[in-house]
C-alpha cells in the first residue's frame, strides 16, 4: 500500500518498524544489527520496535528517494532477511516524519494480508493517506484519548485534523492534544536521534553517615526520584518497574521491585511507587549507609500512549515538570528541586 501519486517530488525518509511481539532482548539486538547494516543512525525503541533514518542511505542501496515504489522495496528486502536470517517478520512503515512511519506500520500491522507487511507514504499524499484512517491508527493516540475523540464524532484523522488545535487541546488535554493535532496534519519535527538498547537506568545515594532519621532517608529518596525521572525523559524513556536497593551499616542489603501501573518516566508516578517500596521494607531500627533506585524494563516514551486526566492539579504538575527539565537544561540539573531536597541540602 502507497499513498496516491507513485512518485513526487519527496518521499519517506524514516523507517518504523515494528515486531509482531515481544522479543528476547538477545533477538532484539539482532534485528538492530539488521537495521545498522541499512543505516548508520539507528534509534532503538525497545522492547519491540526501531526507528531508521534513511536520509543517508537510499543512495547508498541504490534507491531513488522520489520513486515510492524504491523505497517500499527497500523495506520489502529488509523484511525478507530478517525472517530468513532471524525468524522474525517485521511490519515497516516508511514516511517523512516519525508519525507518520510510525502509523504506517501500524497499518502494515493491521492489514498485513493487503499491505504485504510494507506501507510507504509520500510526503506530498500525507494528508490524504491519514484523512480517512480511525483516529486510534494515528501514532500516540490511546484508547481513552479516542474514545473522547468519538464522543463529539471525530472519528476518523481527518476530522481531527480539520479542528483547531485549541479545540483538541480542551478535548485531550494540552500536551497530548497539541501532539494529537500535529500529527494528524503530518508535523512532526523530531529527528530520528541514533540510539543504543540501554536495559535499565539507575541512581544511587550515599549517606555521609549512618541514619536512622526517616525524613533524611524519605528526602534522598525523593531526590533519586527526580534525578531517575529527568535522566529517562533526556533519554526519551519510560520505565515498566522499579527496584529500590537499601543499604545497610551491618553489611546487609534489601531490594524490593514492583511494576507502574502503567509505564512512565515522569516524577509524579515514579515518586508514587517509590514510596510504596520505601514503605514495604517496613523499616524500624536499621541504620542506613546508602540508598538506590532502579527504572527496569524500559520502553521508548513515544510508545506510551498519552492518557487523558480530568485531575487539573495532575496537569499542573506535568507543566511544573516541563518547566523544571527546561530550566535544568539551561541552567543544571542542581538549580531546581523539591523543597524537601533543598532543606535537607541545607
Do not use: N
Amino acid at each position: 500500500m502507497t499513498s496516491s501519486g507513485g512518485t513526487g517530488t519527496g518521499t519517506g525518509c524514516v523507517m518504523h518498524v515494528r515486531c509482531p511481539e515481544r522479543l528476547p532482548e538477545a533477538v532484539y539486538r539482532q534485528v538492530l544489527e539488521l537495521l545498522g547494516d541499512l543505516s548508520p543512525v539507528v534509534q532503538a525503541s525497545p522492547p519491540s520496535a526501531a526507528l531508521v533514518d534513511l536520509r543517508g542511505a537510499l543512495r547508498c542501496h541504490g534507491v531513488d528517494a522520489g520513486r515510492i515504489e524504491e523505497v517500499r522495496r527497500l523495506g520489502e528486502v529488509l523484511r525478507i532477511r530478517s525472517i530468513s536470517r532471524l525468524g522474525v517478520d517485521l511490519r515497516i512503515g516508511i514516511g517523512p516524519t516519525i508519525a507518520v512511519a510510525a502509523t504506517a506500520s501500524g497499518q502494515a500491522a493491521r492489514e498485513e494480508a493487503a499491505t504485504g507487511g510494507v506501507v510507504a507514504v509520500e510526503a506530498d499524499g500525507v494528508a490524504e493517506w491519514l484523512a480517512p484512517l480511525p483516529v486510534e491508527a494515528l501514532h500516540g493516540v490511546g484508547r481513552r484519548q479516542a474514545s473522547a475523540l468519538r464522543e463529539y464524532g471525530v472519528d476518523r484523522v481527518g476530522l481531527l485534523a480539520g479542528l483547531p488545535p485549541a479545540t483538541v487541546q480542551r478535548l485531550l488535554g494540552g500536551t497530548a492534544g497539541r501532539a494529537a493535532s500535529e500529527r494528524a496534519r503530518g508535523i512532526d519535527p523530531r529527528p530520528v536521534v541514533p540510539r543504543a538498547l540501554p536495559a535499565s537506568a539507575t541512581v544511587s545515594h550515599s549517606f555521609p553517615r549512618q541514619t536512622l532519621d526517616g525524613a533524611e532517608v524519605r528526602a534522598a529518596l525523593l531526590d533519586l526520584v527526580v534525578r531517575l525521572g529527568l535522566l529517562l525523559r533526556r533519554r526519551g524513556q519510560a520505565a515498566r518497574g522499579l527496584r529500590l536497593t537499601l543499604r545497610f551499616a551491618a553489611g546487609g542489603a534489601w531490594e524490593k521491585t514492583r511494576r507502574l501501573p502503567e509505564p512512565s518516566g515522569h516524577d509524579d508516578d515514579l515518586r508514587a511507587l517509590a514510596y510504596q517500596l520505601m514503605d514495604a521494607a517496613g523499616l524500624q531500627r536499621g541504620r542506613l549507609t546508602g540508598i538506590g533506585l532502579r527504572a527496569e524494563d524500559l520502553l521508548d516514551a513515544e510508545q506510551v500512549a498519552r492518557q487523558i486526566s480530568l485531575d487539573e492539579a495532575r496537569e499542573a504538575r506535568l507543566a511544573a515538570e516541563e518547566a523544571a527539565d527546561d530550566i535544568r537544561d539551561r541552567f543544571g540539573p542542581a538549580v531546581i528541586g523539591p523543597a524537601a531536597v533543598y532543606r535537607r541540602a541545607s
